[in-house]
C-alpha cells in the first residue's frame, strides 16, 4: 500500500493520507462507543444486584438477553452449601441485595461424644437404680449347667432359690482368669463342706460364660462341690445390675465380682466388689456370716 501511495502525485498523496486517517479514527471512535456502551450496561446491572458480575449474588448472575434465549433444559442447576455446614442470608436494603454468608462449625464428634456421654450416664443410674441389695428378691432368669452325667441343664433362678433353700451364690468376671481360678473359686472349693454345715443346701457359682466354658474349667480346678452355672447371655447379670465393662481389656461385657447368701429367694447378705477387685468376697466372711444367721 505505501508503494502505491508513494508512486501517486503529490495532490492524490495527500488526498490518499487523509482518507487513511479518517478511517482510522472513526474506527477509533466506534470502539470507544461500544466500550462506552458495555460500560453503562454494567453500570445498570451492578445498580440492581450488588457483585452480580462475579457472581457472588447467591448464584443470581447477570445473563444477556441471548442468554436467557438459550434453553434451560440439561442445564446444571445452582447447588447451594448444605445447610447444616453454612447458613445463608439474604437481606433487601434500598433495591440492594446485600449478601451475607454466616459459617456455623458443625461438630458432629463432639455431639456423638456428648450423646455416648449421656447415654452412659443415663446406663450407670439404670444400674446403680437396679442394683442388687439385701432385702430384694432374686429376679427371674435362666442358668446353665452340665449334671454328672455330663448332661446339658437349664435352670431357673426361681427354682435354684426356691422357698425353704438357703443358696450361696457368687459370681466371677470369667473362667480361667487368674484371679478368678486361684483364689476365688478355690476358697468356696475348700470351705463347701463347712457352709453346708452352716446351714447351706447349694453353693453355684456364676459367670458371663457359656456352660461348656463353665464345666471345662470346673473340671480343671475340681470344683465338683460348687454348681458352674453359665449366663452366656448375661441376662441374670443384667438383672442384677452387675455389668463390668471389660471392653479395654478384649473380654466384652463381664459380671462384677459378688457373693451372696439367699433365703427363701431374698437376697440375705451380699457383698460387691468395684471392678475386678478381690477383698469382700471372699468364702470365710460368707462362712462367718452363715455361722451367724444359723445362731
Same mark, same amino acid.
Given at each position: 500500500?505505501?508503494?502505491?501511495?508513494?508512486?501517486?502525485?503529490?495532490?492524490?498523496?495527500?488526498?490518499?493520507? @487523509? #482518507?487513511? &486517517?479518517?478511517?482510522?479514527?472513526?474506527?477509533?471512535? %466506534? =470502539?470507544?462507543?461500544?466500550?462506552?456502551?458495555?460500560? *453503562?450496561?454494567?453500570?445498570?446491572?451492578?445498580?440492581?444486584?450488588?457483585?452480580?458480575?462475579?457472581?457472588?449474588?447467591?448464584?443470581?448472575?447477570?445473563?444477556?438477553?441471548?442468554?436467557?434465549?438459550?434453553?434451560?433444559?440439561?442445564?446444571?442447576?445452582?447447588?447451594?452449601?448444605?445447610?447444616?455446614?453454612?447458613?445463608?442470608?439474604?437481606?433487601?436494603?434500598?433495591?440492594?441485595?446485600?449478601?451475607?454468608?454466616?459459617?456455623?462449625?458443625?461438630?458432629?464428634?463432639?455431639?456423638?461424644?456428648?450423646?455416648?456421654?449421656?447415654?452412659?450416664?443415663?446406663?450407670?443410674?439404670?444400674?446403680?437404680?437396679?442394683?442388687?441389695?439385701?432385702?430384694? @428378691? #432374686?429376679? &427371674?432368669?435362666?442358668?446353665?449347667?452340665?449334671?454328672? %452325667? =455330663?448332661?446339658?441343664?437349664?435352670?431357673?433362678?426361681? *427354682?435354684?432359690?426356691?422357698?425353704?433353700?438357703?443358696?450361696?451364690?457368687?459370681?466371677?468376671?470369667?473362667?480361667?482368669?487368674?484371679?478368678?481360678?486361684?483364689?476365688?473359686?478355690?476358697?468356696?472349693?475348700?470351705?463347701?463342706?463347712?457352709?453346708?454345715?452352716?446351714?447351706?443346701?447349694?453353693?453355684?457359682?456364676?459367670?458371663?460364660?457359656?456352660?461348656?466354658?463353665?464345666?471345662?474349667?470346673?473340671?480343671?480346678?475340681?470344683?465338683?462341690?460348687?454348681?458352674?452355672?453359665?449366663?452366656?447371655?448375661?441376662?441374670?447379670?443384667?438383672?442384677?445390675?452387675?455389668?463390668?465393662?471389660?471392653?479395654?481389656?478384649?473380654?466384652?461385657?463381664?459380671? @462384677?465380682?459378688?457373693?451372696?447368701?439367699?433365703?427363701?429367694?431374698?437376697? %440375705?447378705?451380699?457383698?460387691?466388689?468395684?471392678?475386678?477387685?478381690?477383698?469382700?468376697?471372699?468364702?470365710?466372711?460368707?462362712?462367718?456370716?452363715?455361722?451367724?444367721?444359723?445362731?
Amino acid at each position: 500500500m505505501f508503494s502505491v501511495v508513494a508512486s501517486l502525485p503529490t495532490t492524490a498523496r495527500g488526498v490518499t493520507t @487523509r #482518507i487513511t &486517517t479518517g478511517l482510522r479514527l472513526r474506527g477509533r471512535e %466506534e =470502539g470507544d462507543d461500544v466500550g462506552r456502551r458495555r460500560r *453503562q450496561q454494567q453500570q445498570q446491572c451492578c445498580s440492581s444486584l450488588c457483585f452480580c458480575c462475579c457472581g457472588a449474588d447467591g448464584g443470581k448472575t447477570f445473563t444477556s438477553p441471548d442468554e436467557k434465549k438459550r434453553p434451560t433444559k440439561g442445564r446444571r442447576p445452582f447447588l447451594s452449601s448444605p445447610p447444616h455446614l453454612t447458613t445463608t442470608k439474604t437481606t433487601r436494603t434500598s433495591s440492594r441485595r446485600v449478601f451475607d454468608v454466616s459459617t456455623k462449625a458443625v461438630a458432629y464428634p463432639n455431639e456423638r461424644e456428648d450423646k455416648q456421654q449421656q447415654q452412659q450416664q443415663q446406663h450407670e443410674r439404670e444400674h446403680h437404680q437396679q442394683l442388687i441389695k439385701k432385702g430384694d @428378691r #432374686i429376679p &427371674t432368669s435362666s442358668l446353665q449347667y452340665f449334671d454328672h %452325667e =455330663g448332661n446339658l441343664q437349664s435352670i431357673e433362678t426361681s *427354682q435354684l432359690c426356691s422357698k425353704g433353700k438357703t443358696i450361696v451364690v457368687f459370681a466371677v468376671p470369667g473362667a480361667f482368669l487368674p484371679t478368678c481360678t486361684n483364689k476365688h473359686l478355690p476358697g468356696f472349693i475348700d470351705l463347701a463342706a463347712k457352709m453346708k454345715q452352716a446351714g447351706c443346701d447349694l453353693i453355684a457359682c456364676v459367670s458371663v460364660n457359656d456352660a461348656f466354658v463353665m464345666d471345662a474349667w470346673g473340671k480343671a480346678v475340681g470344683a465338683a462341690p460348687v454348681l458352674m452355672c453359665g449366663d452366656g447371655s448375661g441376662d441374670f447379670t443384667r438383672k442384677l445390675g452387675c455389668e463390668l465393662d471389660l471392653m479395654d481389656k478384649g473380654l466384652g461385657v463381664r459380671s @462384677r465380682r459378688y457373693a451372696m447368701i439367699v433365703k427363701d429367694g431374698i437376697v %440375705e447378705y451380699i457383698e460387691m466388689e468395684r471392678g475386678g477387685a478381690f477383698t469382700r468376697s471372699r468364702a470365710e466372711d460368707v462362712l462367718q456370716v452363715l455361722e451367724e444367721i444359723k445362731s
